[in-house]
């Protein structure tokens, strides 16, 4: 299916790797340009260099290492000058552990990781989409927004503070005026930060790490867990022109874990 978004302009950020990285191949496979951003430049120049092969003839890719969650990582962003078409948000998750011992400090950057730094990419480029009459913003948000994960307090919490803004956002003008905004919600993917979770989560059992691994598959309908590939091709539809009925919304890719109806 041509996605009809070859020309567009995309930003896509903790990109280097990942859920990012996955999104990133997605909308340059359908001739979107796309500027990626993560913090260790190593890693990014080389995911762009890459991505740089699969692109459709005539997309470019360009790469800023920066983080995305300070106001200086973004205005390197916006320095490149570019009128963003869409914008795929992501960064880091919060760290697990207990809620007795999160302090403020903890709060505070989940909070502006997974909650503000959206928050500023929306309002940095929402206007101007809407000028344009196209655009298309896909958060990256968790499962964990739908189905808590007990030692994912501060995911869970800084997750739903986005939630509830775009819920709103979404339903504002922007949406006579071509702009959708959608939550994407992973359930397990095979990522670094999944293997990084399960490790941890390996040595709190004293259980070795395949065993853990291969225990939290057998958990999930479908056995597996999910690709980036998997990923970034729902992110691109969403991103795509037939999707611009769609906003608002909060889309699960969790291989059937989330036991709810609806
Ligand atoms: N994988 C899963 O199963 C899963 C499930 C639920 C939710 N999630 C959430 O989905 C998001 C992506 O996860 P992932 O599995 O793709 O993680 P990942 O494999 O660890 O990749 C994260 C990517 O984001 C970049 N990044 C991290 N912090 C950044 C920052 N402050 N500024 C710019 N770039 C940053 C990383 O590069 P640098 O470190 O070099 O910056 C890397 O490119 C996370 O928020 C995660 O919590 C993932």
Not at 106 to 111: D, E, G, P, Q, R
Not at 144 to 160: C, T, Y
Not at 201 to 213: L, M, N, P
Request: overall charge neutral.
């Amino acid at each position: 299916m041509d996605l009809g978004i070859a020309g567009k302009t995309a930003l896509v950020c903790g990109a280097s790797k990942g859920l990012g990285y996955g999104c990133a191949e997605a909308l340059v496979r359908e001739g979107v340009n796309v500027v990626i951003v993560a913090r260790g430049a190593e890693a990014l120049e080389a995911a762009a260099k890459t991505l740089a092969q699969s692109a459709a003839s005539g997309a470019f890719v360009k790469h800023v290492a920066a983080d995305i969650t300070t106001e200086a990582g973004r205005a390197a962003v916006f320095a490149l000058g570019h009128d963003f078409d869409i914008v795929v948000t992501n960064a880091g998750g919060p760290p697990p552990g207990d809620f007795r011992n999160w302090d403020r400090e903890a709060w505070i950057k989940a909070v502006d990781a997974n909650m503000l730094t959206p928050i500023e990419l929306i309002k940095a480029t929402v206007d101007g989409m809407a000028r344009r009459g196209f655009g298309r913003i896909v958060n990256i948000t968790s499962s964990s927004v739908k189905s808590p994960i007990d030692i994912l307090g501060l995911s869970n919490g800084a997750r739903s503070g986005l939630t509830g803004f775009v819920a709103g956002v979404a339903r504002t003008p922007i949406a006579a005026q071509g702009v959708t905004i959608n939550n994407l919600l992973p359930g397990s993917f095979d990522t670094d930060r999944l293997k990084g979770t399960m490790a941890g989560a390996a040595q709190k059992s004293g259980q070795d790490f395949d065993t853990v691994w291969e225990a939290r598959k057998k958990n999930i309908p479908a056995k597996r867990f999910g690709t980036p590939a998997e990923f970034g091709a729902i992110c691109a539809f969403l991103c795509s022109m037939q999707a611009g009925y769609m906003t608002g919304q909060n889309v699960l890719a969790d291989g059937g874990a989330y036991p709810g109806t609806y």
